[in-house]
């Protein structure tokens, strides 16, 4: 069985940073890309940022610019370096890994910027 551990959410003032984590136990099989979505209330989830195993890496417009995504392969864990946090990216931040057999969620992390 496959967790996802996430980790680092919390309040933070606006313009202000968080680093999530997102640590991967059990047996992955396979290539993954790993990835962070989020669900604002009211809201449906969305893609935030995904990596890839070669490393290469996509961004939801919203947040390009002020969001890095990386990944320890090793380690099976990814990260989100949130920088220059807005109102808007108050949301519950969900951790995923993606095979072609395989889908995982995390159980969410909620981040809350506040002015």
């Known amino acids: 069985q496959v967790q996802l551990a996430e980790s680092g959410g919390g309040l933070v003032q606006a313009g202000g940073s968080l680093r999530l984590s997102c640590a991967a136990s059990?047996?992955?099989?396979?290539?993954?890309?790993m990835g962070w979505y989020r669900q604002a209330p009211g809201k449906q989830r969305e893609v935030v940022a995904r990596?890839?195993?070669?490393?290469?890496?996509n961004y939801a417009d919203s947040v390009k610019g002020r969001f890095t995504i990386s990944r320890d392969i090793a380690k099976n864990t990814v990260y989100l370096q949130m920088d220059s946090l807005k109102l808007e990216d108050t949301a519950i931040y969900y951790c995923?890994?993606?095979?072609?057999?395989?889908?995982?969620w995390g159980q969410g992390t909620q981040v809350t910027v506040s002015s």
């Open positions: 995923n890994v993606r095979g072609s057999s395989y889908d995982y």
């Open positions: 059990g047996r992955i099989l396979g290539i993954n890309v």
């Open positions: 990596i890839t195993p070669a490393f290469s890496t």
